[in-house]
């Protein structure tokens, strides 16, 4: 061993203060590591995690959280064992996402084929803006894109995954405004007229905050009533865009949503797409959270005359349970306009003299450099249901909504606040207290106390995450999220049991 | 067994032709489907994809690949049996871009903690908006940017993950615009003066992608002429701002890159920073490729005068091994700009009467809404190696490239381009054939050709993956990024010897 040491010492290669013999990183110790740590993912993480017997979360606030954690980062690095034990703790601090009583936000369930999917994309670490380095994904998500273009109803299609529907209606924004006017990218909107673009009231905040981000400001997106039930009122589009005309600015988006953020609301789109039409707007689809709907047979009718739209933005990972994040952004026809809108054409990336076709290339489709292989967990998942696997999950969830809004009516605690046309349960807890109470300014203001508190003790014991908030001149009711994997039917009554067995102390 | 089935008939639910009993998915048979998925990706992704004596890719091209994969998505699903059969090609066609002789991008290796981490963020499924949902990811993320901030040599600073360096160079021009003139959010850049910002000729592609998304317009990025060595020439620079002004534009921001992408020059910092500050304009440092300099207390100063910028791009995922991707905006100073500048302000998400300090609610910074946890492959990565750890990582791929760059200068059959400052290696192959030729238009005309014809032979055999274009004249030359994983120093005479085999035949 010693000699072995002297011949490697004689034989280092000395550079620069640093002995470049052997590799930095040691292969059989990481592959150790991994095989210990998978384990540990599979029990606390995977089983537990999705387990109804368990917590859906183990609250602590900041400051303890902070302390628990050890989050200082040191000069010297730490054991296998320390590390296992760290990943152990951020699982268990996690929020449990795929938990059946996580309704906070618009995802939740796990699927076990898009996670190995996951596995697998975090292994092999591919970066989607070439053909030669990764030529699967391409692949995939030419194929997953063009099932999705399917089921929105158009022939030919074009479109990128993206991170995140915000995302998604940014690019919307430009490439319709690339369409509007192609000069914009490169003169840029100094000195042009105002642009204009609109969506209703009840859209998602992205839209605002792309008009911010891609220079048209919030003002410029003109606000439409919605009615009641939270649709965008067709009458009021028109009159907005006549509005706008009159003022000298240039029309050129409507950002319609299918499936809004709160109450669930589908846009009349046919309307939309008609009024469009006649005024040549590009007609956008939010459909982040609707576009699973599409996928039934039995539902897709509330998104009727989707297909006339210019651009969908739909991400599989909320209702379909893709994993966070699986977001596309489609556009009707085979035109090229998304390229040519985003396109730089780096020559380091996209040399024209490649061996193969430059077509599959599709990066500079893209506002990224590198970027993910979202894809590819859908299409797995796909793969492993089906067509019809999918469906099922969307029909479970409408059906669970169903149940879950008649529930809540059956029960003198609760009042439904509208409803539902999707899956987005909106109502009030009342607890005894108000119970008899006569519906005035004070009423009003103990009610909308009651949701925050009992979220809060909801989540300090780990029983149940559901989203709150004020709307519409609406004081804070509960919002729940309803997903296939949500809503085990047998835990529906201690779902709602929860809510009262809270408001005892209110 | 039957009583049994019996009795679930007659208690089934059935709402909208759908029985709500049971869970739609099975726990059991998808951790089931887990556990056989992890030993292929052990084996496939993890071992051989690093091991250096297999394939670096398995060259197939598209219509090959597309029938091998069979991507199609059909109605009926799969057994499990198929799936991971389907696993196992993904990662048998997929690049192997941990391999030592990926040399493609300015990304590679396989960091097992990281790793690790990314399996545990895939399992736990979060998304990084508040802290009710994310309390581990949102705290370690406040962690690494603090130190990262430490590094760049700010006393405060504020920051976000983003994802991609691209989407860190918006964020930048964003941040610089609201700081220049805030009402541009809400009133749009219709009716302003020209915003014209500076950046050299060698900035990523990212930079002018980021002004024509953001309605600047790509005529309005002034490029600015970098030196031999591709670094920004300063008066060159203070020229283009005086002549945007006499133009009567409005410049306010300048982007300089630490670690271009294809000669890996670092502008001078120092006095791009000091003419910002002359000029009143916001100093963006892209330094995705060459931030993590900043981590080798011995090599630091290649990114001297960095401090003094106003924000800078910093992409672990690339010489630090993190994996794609893990991308950090930093803002200096704590004035809660970034934050002001992208704020929506969302009801759903961001309610004001939380049971907790509302200030860990970071969601509101991005222009994203579900966003990932990419900040915890950084922080286990971190705890793992420690400071030291990383700093030996940039040490040594420092000294792999200086190796490289005088082997390549010993061997008459290379020439390199020029002396590396980072870990960039430019060279020609110069075939037997050319080698006595008078270098006029013959030579360069068939030297073009060299690379392209080495690289798909390469790729071919699934020997190395390495890149190549033209450049400033120059034509096609080879570009070889160095990471410390990449160039076992074993193998550097065969990763020379693999371009000298493949020239025979030229």
């Known amino acids: ?49 999705t387990d109804v ?79 030669e380095v990764s030529p699967v994904f391409v692949l995939m998500e030419e194929a997953v894109l063009k099932k999705m273009i399917e089921h929105v109803g158009w022939k030919e ?27 914009i990218k490169e003169k840029g909107l100094s000195g042009m007229p105002r642009l204009v673009m609109f969506t209703s009231e009840e859209c998602h905040y992205s839209v605002k905050k792309a008009a911010a981000f891609l220079g048209i400001g919030t003002q410029n997106v003109y606000v439409v009533k919605a009615d009641d039930r939270g649709k965008m009122i067709p009458e009021e589009l028109e009159k907005q865009i006549e509005q706008a005309k009159k003022e000298g600015a240039l029309p050129f988006l409507v950002s319609a949503t299918a499936g809004t953020t709160v109450l669930g609301a589908f846009d009349p789109l046919d309307k939309v797409a008609g009024i469009c039409e006649r005024h040549g707007l590009w007609f956008h689809v939010d459909a982040a959270w609707g576009g699973s709907a599409l996928m039934s047979r039995k539902h897709r009718h509330i998104l009727q005359g989707i297909h006339r739209a210019d651009s969908v933005a739909w991400n599989p990972h909320k209702m379909l349970m893709a994993g966070i994040q699986c977001c596309a952004f489609l556009v009707k026809g085979n035109t090229g306009l998304l390229k040519e809108c985003h396109s730089a054409c780096a020559s380091y990336l996209f040399q024209q003299d490649k061996f193969y076709d430059v077509e599959y290339d599709i990066g500079d489709k893209s ?140």
């Not at 203060?17 to 990481?30: E, F």
């Open 157 to 183: 299609g074009d479109g990128i995954f993206s991170p995140g529907g915000s995302v998604s209606n940014m690019y919307a924004v430009n490439v319709a405004r690339y369409k509007f006017c192609p000069d």
């Open 1 to 49: 061993a010693q000699n072995k040491e002297q011949l490697e010492k004689k034989n280092a290669i000395l550079v620069d203060g640093v002995i470049l013999n052997g590799p930095i990183i040691d292969a059989k110790a990481g592959q150790q590591f991994i095989q210990e740590a998978f384990p540990i993912i599979m029990e606390e993480a995977i089983r537990k995690g």
């Open 367 to 506: 506002i990224q450099c590198s970027r993910r292989a979202d894809a590819f967990k859908f299409w797995l998942m796909w793969k492993a249901i089906g067509t019809r696997g999918l469906e099922e999950r969307v029909n479970r969830a409408f059906a669970l909504a169903r149940y879950l809004a008649d529930e809540i009516k059956k029960r003198e605690e609760f009042r439904l606040i509208l409803e539902p046309e999707y899956a987005s349960i909106c109502f009030w807890y009342i607890p005894p207290s108000l119970r008899n109470m006569e519906e005035g300014p004070e009423f009003w203001q103990k009610l909308n106390k009651v949701a925050p508190i009992v979220k809060e003790r909801m989540m300090k014991k780990g029983s149940m995450m559901v989203g709150y908030q004020p709307h519409r001149g609406k004081v804070n009711f509960f919002l729940q999220y309803v997903l296939a994997s949500r809503l085990l039917m047998l835990c529906i009554d201690n779902v709602l049991e929860d809510f009262t067995t809270e408001y005892i102390l209110l």
């Open 53 to 131: 017997n368990e917590k859906v979360c183990e609250w602590q606030p900041p400051a303890q959280l902070k302390k628990i954690l050890d989050l200082e980062l040191r000069d010297v690095g730490e054991n296998h064992q320390r590390l296992l034990q760290r990943c152990q703790d951020v699982i268990r601090y996690s929020v449990k996402t795929s938990h059946p009583r996580f309704y906070n936000q618009l995802y939740a369930g796990m699927d076990p084929y898009s996670l190995v999917a996951r596995f697998v994309t975090e292994a092999v670490n591919p970066s989607v803006y070439t053909y």
